[in-house]
């Protein structure tokens, strides 16, 4: 009976040092791969602006030059928090949505995922162009997706609250610094 | 047959065609399902739940003496658990992209029954060579089931063989893809989860009607197998 219990000790500890060298091993592989993919989802939304260097990424909201500002919201989903990283501009003193992508969601794959545009349907092209007024209102085109409502209303509530955030924001859209 | 009877090769070829994971056992249908909607992601899994297969098998069988039987099964899923978690660590480390499409199908390969099942009656009793061709063939088995689905599956809902190659195999594979008939020519349902169904179906039928035909050969005139 020791001898059993020893041999099932054993194993679990030798488990447990794998796990962790595995850990250690992968560590920054995972965050090299996570940066590239944060750098190249950035680049998309900022399209042709003034170009993003590696620390601008620090500092949130990020400004651009050609009037466009990139800031993050975070929401709560179904299945957990969800980022969005939004390309702002401003409209008659109301900012608009230009671009829009998620960074970060944990919604359940199939049913909640559409939002990150796994199959490149760009679900989320609807949010272009609208301001704080388009969204407040409801407008007929905006449906919920069926199975996935919670996600749905997520991602409206998140989209308002930004850009409430960024209309009480006095120099979002400054272009300090551009040349 | 016993199974300690048979020769290298029936153990190396039982999990591929005589008794398929997939499509004989009919183990791991939720990753099959929902992974084999393009080539690349049925081959990503396939290469993460043959690690974790042959990991398994190989460890259990070298430690079979020594594991205690009443703690048998406990000791299975913490191996088997342990390699998935690294299974998904490597994925997530080298192949980012297609991490992050299949990354909940591997992390569920832990309750793939394939696995504990290969674990528990062949690997705890055979010896290592025998259980490491078991692994083989099974994971064999299972990547063809996937594979087969994924490219019916992509082929069907775009037309194009192989897109994302790159994901799995690196830059040197090129991201477009095989096109082989124009995209207005699709059945974008044979993408989702119906589509999955069907096609997975239809492979199960085919597999049982060409199994039943060579059972109805080998034994021409015992009605009982049909």
Known sequence: ?179 | MDVSQESATQTLTRGIHRRNPAWSALLGLCPLLAVSNSLVNALGLATASAFVLIGANLTVSVLRRGIPEFARLPVFMLLIATLTTCAVLLLEAFAFELYQRIALFVQIIVTNCMILGRVETFASKQPVWRSLLDAIGTSVGFALALVVLGSTRELLASGVLGADLNDLFGAGVGESGLRLWPADATLPLARLAPGAFLTAGLLLAFASAVGQRQRARAAPDDLSKT
């Open chain 1, 1 to 179: 009976m020791i001898r059993a219990l020893t041999t099932v000790a054993f194993l679990t500890v030798a488990c447990a040092l794998l796990l962790w060298a595995v850990n250690a091993a992968t560590a920054n592989p995972i965050a090299d791969a996570r940066q590239r993919a944060m750098q190249a989802s950035l680049a998309k939304l900022a399209q042709g602006a003034a170009l993003l260097r590696a620390d601008d990424l620090a500092h949130w909201p990020v400004r651009l030059c050609d009037g466009i500002s990139l800031v993050r919201a975070n929401g709560r989903g179904y299945g957990g928090a969800i980022e969005l990283a939004l390309a702002l501009t401003p409209t008659d003193a109301a900012p608009t949505i230009t671009n829009l992508l998620v960074l970060h969601h944990s919604e359940t794959p199939g049913i909640g995922d559409f939002i990150a545009d796994p199959q490149g349907d760009r679900w989320l092209a609807r949010f272009i162009d609208q301001t704080p007024t388009t969204l407040l209102a409801r407008p007929e085109q905006l449906d919920a997706v069926s199975g996935a409502t919670i996600t749905v209303a997520a991602i409206r509530k998140t989209l308002k609250q930004a850009l409430a955030a960024a209309s009480a924001e006095a120099d979002l859209f400054s272009s300090a610094g551009c040349s």
